[in-house]
């Protein structure tokens, strides 16, 4: 059997770890580390991310501020909010839930945010600077799968590394993480997408297969190297009778197969996906230290 990553343990570490510093700053009378949240509109999957997070602050001891602004709302008025935030000295990091209504520019109001406040990691200043391995905030989900590589003490170090999909929340991130002077990192990197050429045959060179394309059940067995440690970023619903919700959840990869023959494999659920809440507590916590601006 490969050994299973358990990302609900690992990120519930990251959290105690989180909360007994938080009591220390408590204890010695410093500033508690606070996230503002901006969400805009009323989707569904959006409140829950949203409340998830709110949640885990409060769970921490961290202070949270959650705005909430109508679907209408102008993009001028949501990039003054982000600036309101931007010049409050009490608030430390602050996100802008994704996705926003098709009327507001992303790249407008990301850019807006204070890279010194840019807990998400999203803005251009600290994506260049996670590129060139300086002091940055990383994007959640990149910075979850980083952490379960070292607490799993992966070897990355002259690996085969072969990530799936491109996209800049997970997959071009990753690249460039893993190929990155450090641990985890030093790997030699594939970045595959929807135009590469026989991605089968490159999948099956892979000592770390990271698999992020968003499509069930994509990676079967026959594109895995024996031995091969396997990280499935995708989350997928598929109805299931047989549940009380009605369904369950499913990743990129075929997890049953594919883990006869991994060496370690991450689950859905309980893998990547709870890891990115204790990612961005934790770029909160380094904020308000003041770790990575100084
Ligand atoms: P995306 O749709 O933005 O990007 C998908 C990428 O996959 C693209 O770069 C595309 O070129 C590539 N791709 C598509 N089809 C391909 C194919 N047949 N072969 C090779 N490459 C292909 O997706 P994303 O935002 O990176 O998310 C990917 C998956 O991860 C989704 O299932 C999403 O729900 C999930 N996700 C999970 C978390 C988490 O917390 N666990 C976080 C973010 C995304």
């Known amino acids: 059997m490969p050994t299973i990553i358990d990302g609900k343990k690992t990120s519930q570490d ?3 770890e989180i909360a007994a510093r938080v009591a220390e700053i408590k204890s010695e009378g410093g500033k508690i580390p606070h996230l503002a949240a901006i969400l805009v509109g009323n989707d569904g999957a959006s409140q829950t991310y949203v409340g998830a997070k709110v949640k885990a602050c409060h769970e921490i001891g961290f202070e949270s501020t959650l705005v909430r602004m109508e679907d209408t709302v102008s993009e001028e008025e949501l990039l003054a909010k982000v600036e309101e935030i931007n010049e409050n000295p009490d608030i430390d990091g602050l996100i802008v839930q994704l ?3 098709k009327h ?3 790249e407008k109001v990301t850019d807006k945010i204070k890279p010194e406040k840019d807990v998400d990691g999203f803005t251009p200043a600290n994506v260049g600077r996670m590129a ?3 002091p940055a905030y990383v994007a959640a989900t990149p910075y979850g799968i980083v952490e379960l590589l070292k607490r799993y003490q992966i070897e990355t170090s002259g690996k085969h590394c072969v990530v799936i999909g491109r996209s800049h929340i997970v997959g071009s ?3 460039i993480l893993m190929a990155r002077n450090g641990y985890p990192g030093n790997a030699t990197v594939t970045l595959t997408h929807s135009r590469t050429q026989n991605l089968k045959e490159i999948a099956q060179t ?4 990271i698999v992020a394309l968003g499509k069930p059940e994509f990676v079967t067995a026959d594109m895995v190297k024996p031995g091969a440690v396997v990280i499935d970023v ?4 598929v109805e299931d009778s047989s549940k009380k919700s009605g369904f369950r959840l499913i990743g990129d990869v075929k997890f049953d197969e594919v883990a006869e023959k991994a060496s370690a494999i991450t689950p859905v659920p309980g893998g990547v996906g709870p890891m990115t809440i204790a990612s961005l507590l934790y770029n909160t916590l380094l904020a308000a230290e003041r770790k990575v601006y100084g």
Do not use: F
């Open 99 to 101: 996705p926003l209504p």
């Open 206 to 209: 892979a000592d770390i297969l």
């Open 173 to 175: 991130p990753m690249s």
């Open 14 to 16: 990251i959290k105690n």
């Open 104 to 106: 507001i520019s992303v």
């Open 132 to 134: 060139l391995n300086w």
């Open 234 to 237: 995708g989350i997928h619903r």
